[in-house]
């Protein structure tokens, strides 16, 4: 054998290991939510996957309101994503292609905003947002985070490249408006821009932990990980009921990551390297 | 004829207001108010009490906040020194390996979009004390049982791994993205040069990866300052946040306690400030290490050694 073929295997070696440690977690997730809880706790551990899921799915439904809070977790996920997405690359598509009084400046402020931490005006938002009444409500999940600084720059980084300056002339000549050139020559082009976009904001608003654990405060509205959490803190002992929670927490996002997830990280990787 | 310019480029104004407009009320205000309320005692509800600059100095006579500060910095380490050396041999190997990589790539972005809830959780049940995978393992192979989430180190190599798994696999795309980038004629030049392939990685990937590995520091930095969900999950305790001792509380988790629990506001509010002015700190230390001017010396010379040597073979090339 070669070195080179040698080195080949080595690598391939090295990887299986790796992807082996990276997807343990869930086949141990998996083996947790079929047996029953003295199964895990016995020694030697069961480590195949056992029969009780279903009958595990269905206590955490008994226990928890799971599919009201998977709802609400829906409905801000993919509230925030649509709001994002237009506001975001509305605004994108204005700084990319566009020259106006301050644009550099108010760009250089949206840069700015990244080094802000969440967690420095954590107790001030949540004042803000008591005053305001919406604490317990779903518009405190939606509203402030309905536009982003990282999303614009995303798009706007986008936008420069993929539009081009001729389309835009062409529309302007044909009498089309600001709106309606974004509509027409933007839209159509960004549209590779948006499905990265749209699967990182609606990933991040689905697995969100903190900010809604301090503004939903209804215990008959809780998100998807906080409920999670919840089960935990009540049922935890029950350690197969809590995995089956866990399990069919993360089974949806799986799916929407795997519907994209391969231009999803080329983009994200192409875009860590114009930082 | 400024104003009419303005007036021509409303529509990109509007455009680009509603980020502006939700900034000013749930990211500039909520700054500044919470200057106002760091200088005040306030549970939330009754009058604010004007108290000056009482909280910070509380706060740096704390031993607690003192505490969660070290358990911050050890986690940060615990993770991040092993999170980016895996990362770099995991993007290696990704580099030179041509099959299977989307099915690679894949398997190791997974756990970054996991929720750190559920992650959490099943770690907890590999961790724990007594009925834990690990400890059963570790019976198996001879070895004693140990109190993973009772002990203090237990409890931040526990949080560590979970950070460390989760996020491996991110950092080694984007070290692939910048091995990617790295053109080939360089190499090509080393190996002409008979360089081994331990001094091409020293002498040629790292230097070049300079940008990206300031990148993943940086946002690995942010990240670990902030580590808040594991710790308030690992445990399954709402009183009891950082676990036994509070060997796990963070600096995140101890502003959530200060603020959400015990109801002072001011105190999380200087908290919040501290922890702010921690990243400041740490990301120009960053900038410094990875990205100062020395470093950028050391790269522009490997850069024109390489370039050099390219030209040098183009030479010799052209005289063959």
Do not use: C
């Not at chain 1, 080949?8 to 047996?35: C, D, K, Q, R």
């Not at chain 2, 407009?21 to 549970?43: E, R, T």
């Not at chain 2, 101890?254 to 015990?262: P, V």
């Not at chain 2, 922890?275 to 700190?281: D, E, R």
């Amino acid at each position: 054998m070669s070195v080179e073929r040698i080195r080949t295997i080595t690598g391939h070696v090295v990887l299986m290991l790796g992807v082996a440690v990276s997807l343990f977690p869930f086949y141990w997730m998996v083996v947790m939510a079929s047996n029953t809880t003295p199964d895990i706790f016995a020694y030697p551990p069961k480590l195949v996957i056992g029969s009780h899921l279903f009958e595990n799915m269905g206590k955490v439904l008994d226990n928890v309101d799971f599919f009201g809070s998977m709802l609400l977790t829906l409905v801000a996920a993919l509230s925030v994503t649509v709001l994002v997405l237009f506001f975001d690359s509305l605004a994108a598509f204005a700084f990319a292609k566009y020259e106006f009084p301050g644009r550099n400046v108010l760009f250089g402020l949206l840069l700015a905003t990244f080094m802000i931490p969440a967690q420095l005006s954590l107790v001030p938002q949540f004042v803000t947002l008591a005053q305001f009444g919406w604490i317990g409500s779903l518009k405190a999940l939606i509203i402030p985070g309905a536009a982003n600084a990282f999303g614009i720059f995303w798009m706007r980084q986008y936008a420069k490249g993929a539009i081009p300056d001729e389309l835009i002339s062409a529309a302007k000549v044909d009498g089309a408006g600001f709106f309606r050139q974004y509509l027409t020559v933007g839209l159509p082009v960004l549209r590779p821009g948006l499905a990265f976009l749209g699967i990182f904001t609606f990933i991040n608003v689905w697995n969100d932990y903190l900010w809604p654990l301090i503004v939903m405060t209804d215990p008959n509205r809780l998100t998807l990980q906080v409920a999670l959490d919840q089960l935990n803190g009540i049922y935890g002992t029950d350690y197969s009921m809590v995995m089956a929670g866990a399990l069919m927490s993360v089974i949806p996002l799986i799916g929407v990551f795997l519907i994209g997830a391969r231009s999803f990280i080329a983009d994200l990787a192409a875009g860590a390297m114009k930082f | 004829m400024a104003v009419n310019r303005i007036r021509q480029a409303l529509p990109q104004y509007a455009a680009i207001s509603p980020f502006f407009i939700l900034f000013a009320i749930f990211g500039a205000f909520p700054v500044l108010f919470s200057i106002w309320i760091s200088f005040h005692s306030w549970d939330g509800i009754g009058p604010m009490q004007w108290v000056g600059l009482e909280q910070y100095h509380y706060l740096v006579t704390d031993p607690k906040f003192w505490q969660t500060i070290g358990n911050t910095m050890i986690i940060w380490v615990l993770s991040t020194v092993p999170m980016l050396l895996l990362a770099l041999v995991i993007a290696n190997a990704l580099h030179n390996a041509t099959r299977f990589r989307t099915f690679y790539r894949i398997a190791y972005f997974v756990p970054n979009v996991t929720s750190v809830v559920a992650v959490t959780l099943v770690f907890g049940s590999i961790f724990s004390n007594n009925f834990g995978l690990l400890n059963a393992f570790l019976q198996s192979i001879g070895l004693g049982k140990v109190e993973w989430l009772t002990q203090p180190w237990g409890i931040k190599i526990a949080i560590a791994t979970i950070v460390t798994w989760r996020w491996v696999g991110y950092n080694a795309i984007i070290f692939l993205a910048g091995l990617q980038a790295i053109s080939a004629d360089v190499y090509e030049a080393a190996k002409v040069d008979g360089a081994s392939s331990r001094q091409t990685f020293w002498r040629i990937t790292v230097p070049m990866l300079r940008p990206v590995i300031l990148f993943t520091a940086v946002t690995s930095t942010i990240g670990g300052l902030q580590i808040f969900t594991e710790s308030r999950v690992l445990f399954g305790d709402t009183s009891n946040i950082g676990g036994p001792g509070d060997a796990g509380m963070t600096i995140v988790s101890y502003l959530y306690q200060s603020a959400f629990i015990k109801n002072q506001f001011g105190y999380g509010a200087a908290i919040g400030w501290a922890l702010f002015v921690l990243i400041v700190l740490f990301s120009i230390i960053n900038w410094r290490l990875i990205g100062g001017n020395d470093d950028e010396r050391v790269t522009s010379r490997a850069r024109r050694r390489a370039e050099r040597r390219i030209k040098q073979q183009k030479e010799t090339a052209d005289v063959r």
